[in-house]
């Protein structure tokens, strides 16, 4: 049944977040493969250390999930969560405004 198919508790999110050093050059190499290896993988930037991708199916998650942890980085911390659909679209997000520059005072002419 294709109803069933594409249900929103069978359709899967895979969020991938992480927090790795920066500190060196070899650092800063292994952060950039990371993030590239991710995005070859079909993964999108939800937020600057998260990245997501859309699952059909658990199965399909879980190549997935396998497929980033083959390739993790040494150092770092990197977290992986697995939701459904469903779960995802109940998610909130919250946008605060941009800081405004405030305008410069123009030079003030004094006459005498």
Known sequence: MIGERFSEYRVMW??????????????????????????QDGFTMFQFSIYIRHCS???????HIKRVKSFLPKYGEVGILCVTDKQFGSMELFYGEKPQELPTAGQQLELF
């Open 14 to 39: 895979i969020l991938v977040f992480f927090d790795l050093p920066t500190e060196t050059k070899k650092d800063k190499k292994a952060y950039a493969l990371f993030r590239k290896q991710l995005q």
């Open 57 to 63: 199916s658990s199965e399909n998650a879980a190549v």
